[in-house]
């Protein structure tokens, strides 16, 4: 980003930050349940990147977490105070990610992304036939906080997530995962910590999303276990974070902002509409964008066009999907 | 012991045979799809969703019965494999660069395209289950009884397969298929015509996927969303059975029709696609590297 570019992109976010902390002083319910969806896909949108942009290894199941923490608020529903339950449904979903991180992130390239699909769906049939086991299909949830208080705690939580893709990027850590993301045996080599870090990210990518879930679950007053684990969540995630493209703080922000207007036009009237232009998006943009939307503005910027900008994969600003190539996939040697 | 009866029983035997033979052939066509190319089509189990509806659409409102339109419907899922490739992935793979960048990503284009079908075809058909009776006649074999339609099934799904391995294994298209499924740059250096092995490959793999589908429909309900599960199941298949190995793949289809029968007999119905997954995942785990690592092991 140029000077100028990086001043024009600082106002703009503050504007986004402060605008969504003012909402609630203005708006009418309906406005604010609608600001709430959006800031729940940017915190979940950024802690995708955590893990998957900064490393490269594509999760498809990342609405595993988000279920784990729904499903801990909604179990321990008037028996644990909230707040307590939202953290506990966080901690869940990162020992969870700890869990399964040692196997599950040996797995590479194409495998991993299936692999992370696969794990999902697998705890959502888990819980499915043990509830089915059990009895319980489904829950009413009564007493749920007023919406001005979820709106806050989701505020916080989309906060916490800019902060921490911030935090990440900028560290050693972050350099370590962009390494392992460009070679992973070049930078074992070079000394970086790789199966640590890769799992390091892979919990911290976890917890907010857990949390994330945990909250969303006080919206609904009527709890469904197949709602919480719905694999679009993971797809539209990964949609958001691929159209945004980019390495930095722009990419998450503008993609989730872009894709989930989207989302509101269509999503009530038209679904299905919908969803073909999710699976378009998925498509399009790894093959003929896959620098995302930040791929075409710089390289507008720079003066080169747009047209360029679909075919290059500059090296330097080898973004999430650019750089999932580069995640080593195995050749028959 | 009842559950000794239940397991012994020629009746549970004969259920895991059919949905492991049906496993087999798709998982067959897509074995030389991404041996070939090396792409994980996650929209191999689209095909076969769409090969159902035009068996139920040919039965329901031609009237033309499925053993008929059968053959028709492969030829044209075949045809249609081959326009894709010609049309579609050949440009792709041509565009240089973009090729090794795909290999990583090629599994978020397909799941892409399989949202796509998915949803286009529950807009056009409504995303409602769907289903027909035919040849619902039950036949008595000794103790076990079966119907007409399932045991057609498990004769076609077979014979199929044995068609494929026969073609694969004595043919020279099949031994060169092979042949780029082991070293594709040996095989084009030797002379093979390796866009023309993977457009038949596709070809093939399209056109078994869309018999599957026919045989499905005869026997099941099935929505726009039924195949992804068949891909999965064809995943297995694989990464159990190896790349281009037909014996393999069909013992490996059989183990997975069997667990998954037994399974459902003995818990419940619920448990299906907990085993399915639970298998996937535990198969990938179990081999890492993926595809390639018996090949790994040997060489």
Redesign the interface.
């Known amino acids: 980003m140029t000077q100028r570019g990086l001043r024009v992109w600082g106002v703009t976010l503050v504007t986004l930050a402060l605008g969504l902390a003012l909402l609630p002083l203005v708006a009418n319910a309906y406005l604010l349940a609608t600001a709430l969806g959006l800031l729940m896909w940017l915190a979940l949108t950024q802690s995708w990147c955590v893990f998957s942009r900064m490393t490269g290894y594509v999760s498809l199941g990342h609405v595993v977490f988000y279920g784990l923490g729904a499903y801990v608020v909604v179990v321990t529903w008037q028996q644990w105070p909230l707040p307590l339950a939202v953290l506990a449904g966080g901690a869940v979903a990162a020992v969870f990610a700890a869990l399964i991180g040692g196997p599950v992130l040996r797995v590479r390239g194409p495998y991993f992304v299936i692999l992370t699909f696969g794990v999902a769906e697998l705890v959502r049939y888990a819980i499915l036939a043990g509830e089915a086991a059990s009895g319980t299909a489904s829950r009413i949830l009564f007493g749920a906080p007023d919406l001005i208080l979820i709106y806050a705690a989701m505020y916080a939580l989309a906060l916490a997530a800019t902060v921490l893709l911030l935090a990440v990027s900028r560290s050693r850590f972050g350099h370590g995962l962009r390494s392992l993301r460009e070679n992973e045996e070049a930078a074992e080599t070079l000394g970086v910590p790789v199966v640590r870090y890769k799992l390091a990210a892979f919990v911290l990518s976890a917890a907010i999303p857990g949390m994330v879930g945990g909250v969303m679950a006080l919206r609904s007053t009527y709890f469904v276990v197949g709602q919480v684990f719905d694999p679009m969540i993971s797809v539209t995630i990964i949609a958001m974070a691929l159209l945004g493209g980019g390495d930095d703080t722009r990419g998450p922000v503008l993609g989730t902002v872009f894709l989930f207007v989207v989302e509101e036009l269509l999503w009530a009237n038209a679904p299905l509409a919908y969803m073909i232009i999710l699976g378009g998006i998925l498509a399009g943009f790894v093959l003929l964008a896959p620098n995302g939307l930040v791929g075409m503005i710089d390289a507008r910027r720079r003066g080169v066009g747009a047209d360029a900008a679909m075919a290059s994969t500059a090296p330097g600003t080898a973004p999430a999907v650019a750089s999932l190539g580069s995640a080593p996939t195995q050749e028959p040697t | 012991m009842a559950v000794v009866d239940t397991m012994l029983s020629g009746q549970l035997l004969f259920a895991a045979l059919v949905t492991g033979s049906i496993y087999a052939l798709v998982a067959l066509g897509l074995n030389l799809v991404y041996g070939t190319l090396?792409m994980?089509n996650?929209a191999h189990g689209d095909v076969v969703m769409l090969g159902a509806y035009a068996g139920y659409w040919a039965f329901s409102a031609l009237g033309i019965s499925p053993l008929v339109a059968a053959p028709v419907i492969a030829l044209a899922g075949a045809l249609a494999g081959w326009l894709v490739y010609r049309i579609a992935v050949r440009r792709?793979l041509a565009q240089g660069?973009?090729a090794?960048?795909?290999?990583?990503?090629?599994?978020?284009?397909?799941?892409?395209?399989?949202?796509?079908v998915?949803?286009?075809t529950?807009?056009a058909f409504t995303?409602n289950n769907r289903g027909y009776t035919y040849l619902e006649h039950v036949l008595h074999l000794g103790n076990v009884s079966m119907t007409t339609n399932r045991l057609v099934a498990l004769a076609i799904a077979g014979g199929a397969c044995v068609v494929m391995a026969v073609f694969l294994g004595r043919s020279l298209a099949g031994l060169t298929m092979r042949a780029v499924i082991?070293?594709?740059e040996a095989a084009f250096i030797v002379g093979v015509d390796v866009e023309r092995v993977q457009a038949l490959a596709f070809a093939v793999g399209f056109g078994s996927a869309a018999l599957a589908g026919v045989l499905l429909s005869m026997l099941e309900q099935f929505s726009p969303f039924s195949g992804f599960p068949y891909t999965?199941a064809a995943?297995i298949v694989i990464i159990l059975g190896g790349l281009g190995n037909v014996a393999a793949g069909l013992g490996a289809a059989l183990l997975l029709g069997v667990l998954e029968t037994y399974g459902v007999a003995l818990t419940?119905a619920?448990?299906r696609?907990?085993l399915l997954?639970?298998v996937?995942?535990a198969a990938?785990?179990l081999f890492?590297?993926?595809l390639?690592a018996g090949?790994?092991a040997r060489a």
């Open positions: 090396r994980l996650v792709m660069t973009a090794h960048r795909l290999e990583g990503n090629s599994l978020l284009l397909f799941f892409g395209l399989s949202i796509i998915q949803n286009a529950a807009l995303p082991e070293r594709r999965i995943f419940s619920n448990v696609s907990v997954y639970g996937f995942v990938l785990l890492p590297r993926g390639f090949r790994a």
